[in-house]
């Protein structure tokens, strides 16, 4: 007799509607490397394609934050001013920024104007003389040679441009572009000058954000790191553009007194010296020669015991507003500031200080934990901040 066969073989009949009991078949597991692969992907897709989308507005943010940390106590009094309103003051602040940008920018605008209108009338008129060159043989390596060149220029001004025709066309195209340049930095400022009042407006949740990102990347040392950052840049803003714009300021107000063409030009010029550590003195000292040739002789010696003022205020002025608000060395500060100059321009006066003393705090920290027994105490002696002399450590 037959061996009944099992519900549960293939080979049984199935009632109809009856479910299927069978378990599925195997299935292969996704393989971790690859899903982690693609997730990663898409990350780095959705950081480019972000990225891409903000590149136009990422310098005026930069500047936006930059001009936000460096004017908080400013806006701190603007804030007592109108009774704790905070769109109010950040509505004054944007308007206190752009004019102190933009009455300038029209002061130098209308002085480059005025003295390019001055040059075209001399060359037509022929009434444009420059003065006989003084004794410069004793100035050595190029004084007989700048000396000859002035003499040909101070007899036959018309010769010398024409041998100087391509340097000349060559100069003219560098400022049409440096012209072009200038009226996109211009846009810059005024978008972050607008952008830095919407943040002060939100400082507070700006602030905690700056603490929350500074806690997830190095817990408790990054919230002194946050903190750090925010004394160097408003020290970087006070000790180097503002000292050279006090210098920029006071020369062109020089210049227009004396009534020398194109003073907002000059004054221009001296800022950018400034801010590159040169100085507003070689600007001057030209202007001072001309003064000495072309104006009565008390108003070229007023205007050169004004240049020596003006020159020398730096030296007082940087070593007092530089290290303000930072824990680190001053040279630290410095170094950064220069370093960051010449690699990015103007904004890397604050990236490159910031980044060179956030660098200086984890120096100094790593050399803390692990300096061998009995130099931890000269390690943190060294960092910034710490009280202990020598007479403590002998106590």
């Known amino acids: 007799m037959p061996a009944a066969e099992s519900p549960e073989s293939p080979s049984a009949p199935k009632s109809p509607g009856a479910p299927d009991v069978r378990p599925p078949p195997p299935q292969s597991q996704p393989d971790p490397a690859v899903e982690s692969a693609i997730r990663i992907g898409l990350i780095a897709v959705m950081l480019l394609l972000c990225y891409r989308i903000m590149e136009p507005f990422l310098v005026p943010i930069a500047w936006a934050v930059i001009l936000a940390v460096a004017a908080w106590p400013g806006y701190r009094r603007l804030l007592g001013l109108v009774g704790g309103r905070r769109v109010s003051a950040s509505a004054l602040f944007v308007i206190i920024a752009l004019l102190v940008l933009l009455l300038p920018v029209a002061m130098l605008s209308g002085t480059v104007a005025q003295g390019a209108e001055w040059l075209a009338r001399g060359f037509e008129s022929g009434d444009l003389k420059i003065p006989p060159p003084p004794d410069l043989s004793g100035v050595p390596l190029f004084g007989a040679e700048i000396e000859t060149a002035w003499r040909d220029a101070s007899t036959n001004l018309e010769d010398v441009l024409r041998a100087l025709e391509p340097q000349l066309k060559a100069l003219g195209s560098w400022l049409l572009h440096l012209a072009t340049s200038a009226g996109m930095g211009l846009l810059h400022f005024v978008l972050a000058i607008v952008i830095a009042g919407v943040l002060l407006a939100r400082s507070d949740v700006g602030h905690r954000a700056a603490l929350a990102i500074g806690w997830r990347l190095a817990g408790a040392r990054g919230l002194s790191f946050v903190r750090l950052a925010e004394g160097v840049v408003r020290s970087v803003s006070r000790g180097i553009l503002g000292v050279a714009l006090i210098q920029a300021v006071l020369a062109g107000l ?17 800022l950018l010296f400034a801010v ?27 205007f050169a015991l004004w240049a020596l003022f003006v020159g020398s205020i730096d030296n007082v002025l940087k070593p007092i507003l530089l290290g303000r608000g930072a824990s680190v060395p001053m040279p630290v500060i410095f170094i950064g500031a220069i370093g960051g100059f010449i690699a990015a321009g103007i904004i890397g006066l604050f990236v490159g200080a910031v980044v060179l003393a956030l660098g200086y705090e984890l120096l100094l920290a790593w050399l803390a934990e692990v300096a061998p027994p009995g130099t931890a105490s000269t390690v943190a002696d060294a960092q910034p901040g710490a009280a202990a002399d020598d007479g403590d450590a002998a106590a």
């Open 254 to 270: 020089g210049m227009l007194a004396a009534g020398v063409p194109m003073a907002g030009l000059w004054a221009l010029v001296a």
């Open 276 to 302: 590159v550590q040169i100085g507003a003195f070689p600007v001057l000292l030209p202007v001072m020669i001309y003064l000495f040739y072309t104006a009565d002789l008390s108003t070229a010696v007023l």
